[in-house]
């Protein structure tokens, strides 16, 4: 009896796990396989009630419509350009900073740190209108410099590399020195290797965060000539008077593509990332 | 002057008070030197200002007769093995122990050399692409010693680099370490807490306190010729027993003027049945045995007497039962301490 009753536990519990992984697993794909559905079926389709689980025959004619729609490879082009651009100054930006902010005792360093921190608590909606005013003076709207500069760099990522840093033991840039190292030699040779995950993760933050980001380009261009895929994307819903969600979806599907890929590329990195800086 | 000099140092953290104090102390070239005391006595502090690591607040500081105030770590002709050992762990064995000849740019051919040999050394030669974190405590140790001989310094700084080892391979390392020593020839200060450690390797050991030097001196003499009482009391396991001279049963009429307590080591002690008044010679006490441990060779029984505990060790024979006894010291074996702890020679 009781051996029996420890097998049905066992495999209840088996099964409670099965049930939740699929319910995970549900959560989080049902809403990409539904955004692909509704990119392959005709506007009648979309707009059925109850609504259809499974179409029959593509209607891949909807991302010719994106494309006759709105200059999709201008704008993946200037899409590209901006989060590239975001990337590399943020590189350049948050790296010194964050290993001054952790290595080094200066004048006013805690008072700089604290400002650092304190941008990131003021919300987008209220600086934009300044921000705006002051491109549009210096007659940077509808250039790429209004889409990189608002984000060249991060407080956030200034913030989570410091830590990293912080948490390198004294001892091994002692040694390091012991080694005849130079600070160059520390920093790249040491500081940079160990910090590698945390800037790989904020590298793919940065890079998903812009790359879908709608409202600063949005804002901050006025014209076609320089406006990303999200903007276009976006107006892809108005063309034609009524809602297309068909063509909507597939162009969706072309923003995120992307994105997609690099997860699936980079997924071994990724999760080593999050779980180095958990464990640590 | 060769060998490391200090003089007259000073350290203090920031705004605290001192931690050490006009420290004048002589490391002999090709010594192997401890620096033993408790947990928090500045052990390290010497050693990492040796290193250059932390900056001397007043003092100066001599390798081979020259001042080190402006050289820097790399430049000082040393090598430190650290607690933790301080591998880089994004780098390989290899790359670990050649990255200090890179930084000096050793030309390839003799950096190549160098590691080989190196690794043979230390029995890593199978392991020389494997990051550190894919190694034992160890290996992990081996490497943190062949990246500092592969530089040849002059001088081996070692803060404590025993103490995350099981005892087993603390007792290996430790032979390993006398036998390199040997070997090289070079002068190693090598920091510990452990007096086993420091009897064992040191050829030279240096005994602070509060960042003071309580006894410097070979193991033997420190441990036959303590100069104080808190090198008496330091060194040797179980530790001198000391006991007030007033408080004795029965009087040492023998005892030096300025006497004020007395001492003996646990392993001079003999336990007797009965007392026997025409053994003038002797300290005795009387006591009930209140514990004992039987450990092979050896054991060691704790009284409980009229002056406080007492602790003798006897080598193999028949076991004590409980109950109350004598335990006596030959007068040959006693040190004499004054009021102030120094010992009365
Ligand atoms: N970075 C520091 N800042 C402030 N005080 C310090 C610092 N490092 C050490 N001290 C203080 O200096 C004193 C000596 O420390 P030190 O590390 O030299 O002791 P130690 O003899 O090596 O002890 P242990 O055996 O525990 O390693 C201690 O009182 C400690 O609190
Ligand atoms: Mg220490």
């Not at chain 1, 994307?233 to 008077?241: A, F, Q, Y």
């Not at chain 2, 008070?17 to 010497?46: H, W």
């Not at chain 2, 001599?62 to 820097?72: A, L, Q």
């Not at chain 2, 190693?188 to 001196?217: C, K, P, W």
């Amino acid at each position: 009896m009781r051996a029996r009753a420890v097998i049905f536990r066992a495999a209840f519990g088996r099964a409670c796990r099965a049930a939740v992984n699929l319910l995970i697993f549900a959560v989080f794909f049902i809403p990409f396989y539904w955004m692909f559905l509704t990119a392959i079926k005709s506007l009648g389709q979309t707009l059925r009630t109850p609504p259809v689980f499974w179409v029959s025959a593509a209607h891949w004619e909807n991302f010719r419509k994106v494309f006759d729609a709105i200059p999709f490879f201008s704008m993946l082009k200037n899409n590209v350009v901006m989060t590239l651009g975001i990337m590399i100054c943020q590189f350049f930006t948050v790296i010194p900073a964050a290993y001054a902010f952790a290595r080094f005792k200066f004048a006013g360093g805690g008072f700089l740190f604290g400002l650092t921190l304190a941008t990131m608590m003021i919300p987008a909606q209220l600086v934009f209108l300044p921000l705006f005013l002051m491109f549009s003076r210096m007659g940077l709207i509808n250039s790429y410099a209004s889409l990189i500069l608002p984000w060249a760099t991060s407080p956030f990522a200034i913030f989570m590399l410091r830590q990293t840093f912080k948490q390198v033991p004294r001892e091994l840039i002692e040694a390091a020195k012991l080694d005849s190292a130079s600070e160059w030699k520390i920093i790249f040779k040491l500081m940079l290797p160990i910090a590698r995950p945390t800037i790989v993760t904020l590298g793919l933050v940065t890079f998903i965060l812009n790359w879908n980001d709608y409202f600063w380009p949005f804002v901050l261009t006025t014209n076609n000539a320089v406006r990303t895929l999200p903007v276009g994307i976006t107006s892809l819903n108005t063309v034609d008077g009524g809602v297309r969600y068909h063509v909507l979806m597939a162009g969706n599907l072309l923003l995120v593509a992307p994105v997609l890929a690099v997860f699936f590329f980079a997924r071994k990195q990724i999760i080593k990332a999050f779980t180095y800086m958990g464990g640590k | 002057m060769t060998g490391i000099e200090l003089r007259g140092v000073e350290k203090a953290y920031g705004k605290n008070p001192p931690v050490i104090e006009n420290l004048d102390l002589q490391i002999e070239e090709g010594s192997f030197t401890i620096l033993l005391g408790p947990s928090g006595c500045g052990k390290s502090t010497i050693l990492r200002m040796i290193a250059g690591l932390e900056r001397e607040t007043a003092g100066h500081i001599f390798i081979n007769g020259e001042d080190m105030r402006d050289v820097s770590p790399g430049g000082r002709g040393i090598a430190m093995v650290f607690q933790n050992y301080a591998l880089y762990p994004t780098m390989t064995v290899k790359e670990n122990i050649e990255f200090g000849l890179k930084n000096i740019k050793t030309p390839k051919q003799e950096r190549e050399a160098r590691v080989t040999e190196v690794v043979k050394m230390v029995g890593l030669t199978n392991y020389v692409n494997r990051k550190p974190q894919h190694l034992s405590g160890g290996q992990r140790q081996r490497v943190a010693l062949a990246r500092a001989i592969v530089k040849k310094p002059k001088v081996f700084l070692m803060d404590e680099p025993l103490s995350n080892l099981d005892a087993k391979l603390r007792a290996q390392i430790r032979t390993d370490l006398i036998e390199l020593h040997r070997n090289l020839g070079a002068t190693f200060v090598y920091v510990t807490h452990d007096q086993v450690e420091a009897m064992s390797m040191g050829t030279d050991i240096v005994l602070l306190d509060n960042g003071r030097i309580r006894q410097q001196g070979s193991p033997g003499s420190i441990y036959s010729a303590p100069r104080n009482l808190f090198t008496a009391q330091f060194i040797g396991s179980p530790p001198m027993n000391v006991v007030k001279a007033e408080d004795m049963e029965y009087r040492v009429d023998h005892a030096p003027h300025g006497t004020v307590s007395l001492g003996f080591r646990p392993e001079n002690a003999v336990i007797v049945s009965e007392r026997n008044p025409s053994e003038r010679g002797r300290a005795l006490f009387r006591g009930e045995l209140a514990a004992r441990e039987i450990l092979g060779d050896h054991a060691i029984y704790k009284f409980k007497t009229a002056c406080g505990s007492i602790r003798a060790k006897i080598m193999s024979g028949s076991t004590v039962e409980y109950g109350e006894w004598f335990v006596g010291v030959d007068r040959k074996y006693l040190y004499y301490f004054d009021e102030k702890g120094d010992a009365i020679i």
